[in-house]
């Protein structure tokens, strides 16, 4: 298809991307059903893809990838600003100009052989004032349908854009050409050292090299509505946050709206999906990943989903962990790296149901008694495994997941996972403790973790990976955000669903997570009882509704307690984190700390 736009700045830029990257042919994509049927049909006829059985899951695929592109690759993803220091601790930085010449370098002559695809794409509803319109230049078919599920893409956004409206350049190349009669593999990428995933968030410019996967390539997600928009939230005063979004209804009516930020493996698409387990509460998907929030003429913070589908981890989701998502992806859904069943169906280790025999995430044949040279059982889908879903599939999608104006915030709720020390929930006592809160979320490493001298990962405000700034800097936003709102600020919560004792979970989790969701709606309503705790407002056990719920008395006791002497010995690693900071730490985050170190009596 050819360019319909008369948006000058945009052909230039399409232009000069063609001359640098030298395609087989060039495509502008329409977003149309028509336009992802051909292309998935392409990537089945090239063997990229395998159709699954459509009596099992219609109308669906099956990728596998190169086995050295499987995840986001955190050491190969920069933040590239004049001056270093912009970026802050918690970034890789490169010189602008050094970074582009080594890209540019890899770019020339990298699309050979390929097609250029151009998909202009919004993040939002399309004419939202909270949304934005991004171009992303890609020579992969496998990123343009993820991009038809995940974001909103076609002639309409260019019809929006008009001749001169304000868009993302992000710019993507799997980094492997073709040689004149050279045969394509199935997932092409290049080595490890010649992955890139640049931002340059003053020139609101992504140039990605190198991998096919995920949020290295699906430019509108992890660097676009995250690390660029995140500087443009600053810049622009608002906010891009990395947080799920839903609408909790009590049995009276009431809507309560939470925004949700988790580090990965906590369980956040099974929150943003929840199905509560206390009667005449209802709750409502309106994201499960990202939130853009803008201070709207009420005073509010609103808050839409910038997204159109979910990119979940496939191993663990169940119907006993998150039905709704496994109702989600009955259909219409990509697949990447999991098992092929012998049905023609997918499989993924903890989907609940069983699998004695496929095609593993590798293309072999796989059995789940396989054990590789260690003795350790050999997965059928890889870990990060994954499936696209368009939202509206969702069974409890929000009525209003769509509304351009986005839905007022009533609640904002970090966590962390944490087997010990930190309670189930606590409520902060005002703004500044809420974002000291959010600031020093933490989990503890996984067992993969190499540095085992570490006892706490610190990830403010789940943000680690994705803040396209100085951390200290983003701090200082959200207290300014928090100046503007006042009032009408929402009220902030900190949770841990994973308290354990030797094994066991003492907290069941899943649908009962909506009672402390419930005491969160009421002390927004002012209805429900807290303590105060060095470590915030918490609920004494009567306080939370526990009709019916199977928590013994004791174990009870343990989620809603402090331990004083816990939270003082983590002290030091606090200290050794908001150091790393440096000079950019928040006046009003040194406040927060040394009154939260005066509650504990340190
Ligand atoms: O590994 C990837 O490329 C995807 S990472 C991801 C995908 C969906 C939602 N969240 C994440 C994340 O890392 O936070
Ligand atoms: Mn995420």
């Known amino acids: 298809m050819a360019s319909t736009t008369q948006h000058k700045a945009l052909l230039k830029w399409v232009s000069e991307i063609e001359r640098m990257c030298r395609p087989a042919h060039v495509y502008w994509c329409d977003g149309t059903k028509a336009e992802y049927d051909a292309l998935i049909k392409l990537t089945l006829d090239t063997g990229a893809a395998t159709r699954l059985n459509p009596d099992r899951r219609p109308n669906s695929v099956l990728f596998r990838s190169h086995p050295s592109d499987v995840a986001r690759v955190e050491d190969r993803t ?32 990298c699309m050979a052989g390929r097609t250029l695809y151009v998909i202009p794409f ?36 260019l019809d929006t ?79 891009a946050e990395h947080m799920l979004i839903l609408r909790l209804t009590n049995p009276a ?3 309560f709206h939470i925004a949700a930020a988790f580090p990965s493996a906590c369980g956040k698409t099974n929150l943003a999906m929840l199905q509560p387990t206390i009667p005449g509460w209802k709750c409502e998907c309106i994201g499960d990943d990202i939130a853009w929030m803008k201070i709207r003429p009420d005073g509010r913070l609103h808050a839409i989903n910038p997204e159109a589908g979910f990119f979940g981890v496939a191993p663990g989701t169940s119907y006993k962990s998150n039905p709704m998502a496994m109702k989600t992806i009955r259909a219409n859904s990509i697949f990447t790296n999991c098992v092929l069943t012998d049905d023609g169906d997918i499989w993924w280790e903890d989907m609940d149901v069983p699998c004695t025999h496929g095609i593993d995430w590798k293309g072999q044949e796989w059995t789940p008694d396989m054990k590789d040279a260690d003795g350790k059982p050999i997965k059928g ?18 009525p209003d997941w769509e509304d351009p104006a986005g839905v007022p915030i009533d609640i904002f709720v970090f966590g962390g996972r944490r087997t010990h020390v930190m309670p189930l929930v606590h409520q902060a006592f005002d703004w500044d403790h809420g974002v000291f809160m959010g600031a020093t979320a933490a989990s503890e490493p996984t067992a993969a973790a190499l540095d085992v001298k570490v006892k706490l990962r610190y990830d403010p405000m789940a943000m680690l990976p994705f803040c396209g700034y100085h951390i200290g800097d983003y701090w200082q936003h959200w207290f300014e955000m928090g100046d503007r709102l006042g ?23 899943f649908g009962e997570n909506s009672r402390v969701l419930k005491w969160m709606c009421e002390r927004v309503e002012g209805t429900a009882g807290a303590r105060r705790t060095p470590l915030g407002y918490m609920p004494a056990p009567a306080d939370l509704d526990t009709a019916g719920l199977e928590v013994g008395a004791a174990d009870l006791e343990t989620l809603l307690s402090v331990d004083g002497n816990a939270f003082r010995d983590e002290l030091d690693e606090l200290d050794a984190f908001l150091k790393k ?22």
Not at 130 to 151: F, L, Q
Not at 190 to 204: L, V
Not at 581 to 602: C, I, N, S
Request: one cysteine or more; a positive charge; aromatic letters at 10%.
């Open 78 to 109: 920069f933040i590239s600003t004049p001056d270093s220091e912009d970026a802050g601790p918690t970034n890789n930085w490169m010189d602008p100009a050094e970074l582009k010449r080594e890209m540019a370098a890899l770019y020339t002559g």
């Open 122 to 157: 919004s993040m939002g509803p399309i004419g939202s004032p909270i949304a934005k319109v991004g171009i992303e230049i890609t020579d992969s078919p496998y990123v343009v349908v993820n991009m038809h599920i995940m974001t909103r893409v076609g002639q309409k956004v």
């Open 161 to 239: 854009l008009g001749e001169k409206g304000e868009f993302i350049p992000c710019l993507h190349s799997v980094g492997a050409p073709l040689a004149p009669g050279q045969k394509d593999v199935a997932w092409p990428c290049a080595p490890i050292g010649q992955k890139y995933i640049s931002h340059f968030p003053d020139e609101n410019l992504i140039w990605s090299y190198g991998s096919g996967y995920g949020g290295n390539a699906l430019l509108g997600k992890k660097c676009l509505a995250l690390r660029i928009a995140s500087a443009m939230a600053r810049r622009e005063g608002w906010m």
């Open 253 to 255: 009516g009431r809507r």
């Open 381 to 398: 889908a890889h870990p990060n495994a994954r499936f696209t879903a368009p939202a509206r599939q969702c069974p409890v999608i929000c």
């Open 487 to 509: 009032e009408k600020a929402p009220k902030v919560f900190y949770v841990n669903w994973f308290r354990k004792d030797g094994k066991r979970w003492l907290w069941p989790g």
């Open 581 to 602: 900071v440096g000079d950019r730490l928040p006046e009003r985050m040194k406040r927060q700390v040394a009154a939260y170190k005066q509650r504990l009596g340190a």
